[in-house]
Structure formats: structure tokens, C-alpha cells
């Protein structure tokens, strides 16, 4: 079974509108949950973690996600995206020994 | 300050030669990671390292691959020989993890390196 499954591997939408990507995580890992964004040819980079305490996360350039445990997701939002964050999203979860395992992605497109 | 390093940033060579991938980690993180990335394949994890110690290589996909990390500023990816299927992008991370402790899951990628096996 998928330790983190993302439900969607294409997200096209225009600027200004808001986003979700969505994530479910295998209830048997751990609960430390993460999504990461890779812009064109570039490596990946954190954009927010959940590790324990608010279930509410926000992270950098105005995303947030929220844990939610009795759905086992952790889907990511924006109220109002910008081309800039045109890139590839990534889930991804802590497995017990600390491996880091991600989704497939999410390629969001942001259109004028 | 520096980032993760890796070279070469792009590499193409033929099946069977040997392919050489280096890895700088950023100073003072413990932690270490090489991923692979391709469009079928997704992100996989091969190999990471803690304190220069292989602590988990289940990924790495065959024994033409080796990892080592002989000290704390250095890691090398090894495919010998190379195939057409390793074609991909390789990505290192390293992590300020603390001994002993669950990684936190912050890493730092590197820009890859883009293999092309002919």
C-alpha cells in the first residue's frame, strides 16, 4: 500500500482563484507530514511540515495545509495563486528508521 | 551560505561505461540522501546515510549502484555498468537530523544531476 498518495497529478487554474491539493497518508505511518514544491529544473524545497501540535500549518508564499486524522489528509491550499507557483507539489511522509518517501506530485498550472 | 552541491549538473554517456555522481552536503548536517527522479518512477528514495553510515539502501535498484560517504562533506554516487533505464535525474539531500533521533524530514535538495544513458 502507498505510504502518501496524491489524487491528482495535473491542477490547472487561473490566477487569483484558490487551490487545493490534495494528500492521503497510509494511517499506519508516522504522522509527520510535509509538502514540498520543485520549480522547473531546480531541486525540491519545504514548504510546510506538520510534525505535532495545531493541525493547521502554514508555510512559505502563502500556502497552508491541514492535518486532519480521521480522513488521514493533509491537503494543501492557497486562496489565491499566482503564475509564480506554476510547479510540481509534492506530499510526502516520515517512515518509521526516518526514510522520507514522497507522492507521485501534483504539476499545479497557473494560467492568466 | 552554500547549498547542497552536486556535479556534475548533466552527464551523458554510454551503456556500460562507468557513471560517477558527487555530492557536497550542506556544512554541519549529519544526515545525507540520494533520490532519483523520473517521470514513470516519481521521487525514490535509494540510499541515505547518518554520521557517514549507510543506514537504509533498500532502494538502491541493483548492485551496478553503490553509495559511499567516506566523511562528512562528501558522498558519491556509483553506476557501474550504466544502462539506458538509469537515464533520470539524481537528486542528493542532506538534513540537519540528529543522531539517533527520527529525522525531521527538512532536507535541502541539491539542483540534481541529469543522467542520459545512450
Known amino acids: 500500500a502507498q505510504s502518501v498518495t496524491q489524487l491528482d497529478s495535473q491542477v490547472p487554474v487561473f490566477e487569483e482563484a484558490p487551490v487545493e491539493l490534495r494528500c492521503n497518508y497510509s494511517?499506519?505511518?508516522?504522522?509527520?507530514l510535509f509538502w514540498y514544491v520543485q520549480y522547473p529544473n531546480q531541486g525540491l524545497q519545504l514548504l510546510l511540515k506538520y510534525l505535532s501540535g495545531s493541525t493547521l500549518v502554514k508555510g512559505i508564499n502563502g500556502f497552508e495545509a491541514e492535518f486532519n486524522k480521521s480522513q488521514t489528509s493533509f491537503h494543501l491550499r492557497k486562496p489565491s495563486v499566482h503564475i509564480s507557483d506554476t510547479a510540481e507539489y509534492f506530499c510526502?511522509?516520515?517512515?518509521?528508521?526516518?526514510?522520507?518517501?514522497f507522492g507521485q506530485g501534483t504539476e499545479l498550472s497557473v494560467k492568466p | 551560505d552554500a547549498g547542497v552541491i552536486q556535479s556534475p549538473r548533466h552527464e551523458v554517456t554510454e551503456m556500460g561505461q562507468e557513471v560517477t555522481l558527487r555530492c557536497k552536503p550542506i556544512s554541519g548536517h549529519n544526515s545525507l540522501f540520494w533520490y532519483r527522479q523520473t517521470m514513470m518512477r516519481g521521487l525514490e528514495l535509494l540510499i541515505y546515510?547518518?554520521?557517514?553510515?549507510?543506514?537504509?539502501d533498500s532502494g538502491m535498484p541493483e548492485d551496478r549502484f553503490s553509495a559511499k560517504m567516506p566523511n562528512a562533506s562528501f558522498s558519491t554516487l556509483k553506476i557501474q555498468p550504466s544502462e539506458p533505464r538509469d537515464s533520470a535525474v539524481y537528486f542528493c539531500a542532506s538534513s540537519p537530523g540528529t543522531s539517533g533521533r527520527l529525522n525531521t524530514g527538512e532536507l535541502f535538495f541539491g539542483e540534481g544531476s541529469r543522467l542520459t544513458v545512450l
Open positions: 510526502a511522509v516520515i517512515l518509521q528508521g526516518g526514510k522520507l518517501i
Open positions: 546515510f547518518n554520521n557517514n553510515v549507510p543506514i537504509d
Open positions: 494511517s499506519s505511518v508516522s504522522v509527520y
